[in-house]
């Protein structure tokens, strides 16, 4: 690095953001994350005795990733690389691994490559890492704001220790907040001060990301004008202005936006309207595609409801249908309403576990022959072919049903669908016993769960 070089690096130290001068250089130095580099945890052995193996490091914006790979570029002996995959290329990589190789055959040093993003790295790049990873050429520390188990490389996951890293707890960022304001790297030169109330609403609206908080403290003592005492006062109506809202943390292609419709979707089946209603708000705030949760409801009510109530599936079209007419925000109450009623509605499925039975039973007999009598008998010759011969009419017989097999010979006593004792498939099953279809499996149950050796149970809306 020559003079201006120098002088360029120290200047860009300089006017970095304060998230960035703030960036904790030791481990002792680290808030929160107590679970994963406490002082009898594994990690923080690992980069104490400076002998780390290849690891990624997963969790959302602001929680520390970067900052624990900076503080085991500081801790190691090793020779440290950073990139960043939205902008490193295989040249890049190819650079690194051509150092690795001359480090450890000729001064048998390690080598650690630090990728940031590393989810952005397509499958050949991380292909070309495989082997060196793989045989210790480099020590591969990766950070990720994705499901490393959805976005990175199996091979890669399988030699790696992956840490997760949760959001920073309030008093955690409170404690980074007043560091801030005190230290040299931070805002110790403008003398400035922030309320208790500040410093609380600024922890909580920062939702565990301690970047955010730091900006929002950085923006707040760039923009306010000293009082009469020469000291800049951050104060809760600076602190608001500063930092709008709570962001709400959601990727419409990333791991929040699973984790969240799964959580819309579970708290349905659950019968639980208030968490559906709080999981379909969350997802309404961060700008989810009102189709996308209109066709996860159709799904549900189906899957989750089936035809204890048929009704649900029902309102879950006449919602989607809806919604795309009306649009938001009104289209808000629409779906709420369907969540609602899928989340009330009782439960069963039996068309869901019906079907996969179904399935799996096609897949593992192949086309079974079908009975003859059940097979078109409508072209000329039919007849003749024994097509159609020896079928029962079911609406010629008394209750519209008559005795009759309609599996395949091989698969005959298979048992598919098995309505449930709850809502319409409890009149389902009532209505097998009334015309005689299989007692012994439609045999009712009293409201203990009980077998009702009389069977009237559910008979009253027949």
């Given at each position: 690095m020559d003079l201006f070089e120098y002088a360029a690096e120290k200047q860009k130290k300089k006017e970095a953001p304060l998230a960035a001068r703030?960036?904790?250089?030791?481990?002792?130095?680290?808030v929160g994350q107590e679970d994963i580099i406490g002082k009898d945890k594994l990690l923080y052995r690992a980069i104490k005795a400076d002998r780390l193996s290849s690891i990624i490091f997963y969790g959302p914006p602001g929680v520390g990733k970067t900052t624990l790979a900076r503080v085991i570029a500081?801790?190691?002996?090793?020779?440290?690389?950073?990139?960043?995959?939205?902008?490193?290329?295989?040249?890049?990589?190819?650079?690194?691994?051509?150092k690795a190789k001359e480090n450890l055959g000729g001064y048998g040093r390690k080598t650690i490559l630090f990728i940031d993003e590393i989810h952005r790295f397509n499958?050949?790049?991380?292909?070309?890492?495989l082997p060196y990873v793989e045989d210790g050429t480099v020590i591969l520390v990766g950070a990720t704001t994705e499901n490393p188990y959805f976005e990175v490389n199996g091979a890669l996951?399988?030699?790696?220790?992956i840490f997760e890293l949760k959001p920073l707890s309030k008093s955690n960022i409170k404690t980074l907040i007043h560091r801030a304001m005190t230290s040299e790297r931070g805002l110790g030169a403008f003398h400035a001060d922030i309320t208790e109330e500040a410093a609380d609403f600024l922890a909580d609206v920062a939702d565990g990301d301690a970047r955010s908080a730091l900006n929002a403290v950085e923006l707040a003592a760039l923009t306010t004008h000293p009082g009469k005492d020469g000291k800049i006062h951050i104060t809760v109506e600076i602190a608001e202005q500063c930092i709008q809202k709570k962001a709400?943390?959601?990727?419409k292609t990333g791991d929040n936006h699973y984790d969240t419709i799964a959580a819309f979707i579970e708290s349905m089946c659950g019968s639980d309207p208030d968490a559906a209603l709080y999981y379909l708000a969350r997802m309404l705030e961060a700008g989810e595609d009102v189709k996308y949760i209109a066709r996860r409801m159709l799904i549900a009510a189906s899957e989750e409801v089936g035809n204890a109530d048929p009704m649900a599936i029902c309102v879950a079209a006449s919602a989607a249908f809806s919604v795309e007419r009306v649009g938001m925000p009104e289209g808000r109450i629409i779906l709420a309403q369907a969540a609602a009623y899928i989340a009330s509605a009782p439960k069963s499925n039996s068309a869901y576990v019906g079907i996969d039975k179904a399935l799996a039973l096609v897949r593992q007999t192949g086309n079974l022959p079908i009975p003859p009598y059940l097979q078109d008998s409508s072209y000329r010759g039919a007849r003749k072919l024994g097509r159609g011969v020896g079928y029962k009419y079911a609406h010629h017989y008394p209750n519209h049903w008559v005795k009759q097999q309609y599996l395949p010979d091989e698969i005959k006593d298979e048992r598919i669908y098995e309505p449930g004792d709850i809502g319409c498939e409890k009149e389902i099953k009532a209505y097998f016993r009334k015309i005689g279809k299989d007692p012994e499996r439609y045999r009712a149950k009293?409201?203990?769960?009980?077998?009702d050796p009389h069977g009237k149970n559910g008979l009253q809306k027949i």
């Open positions: 703030m960036r904790p250089r030791t481990l002792d130095e680290v500081n801790t190691t002996a090793a020779d440290f690389h950073q990139v960043n995959a939205t902008a490193a290329g295989k040249k890049d990589m190819e650079n690194v691994v051509r499958k050949a790049q991380q292909d070309y890492l996951l399988s030699r790696s220790r709400i943390r959601y990727d009293d409201p203990a769960g009980e077998e």
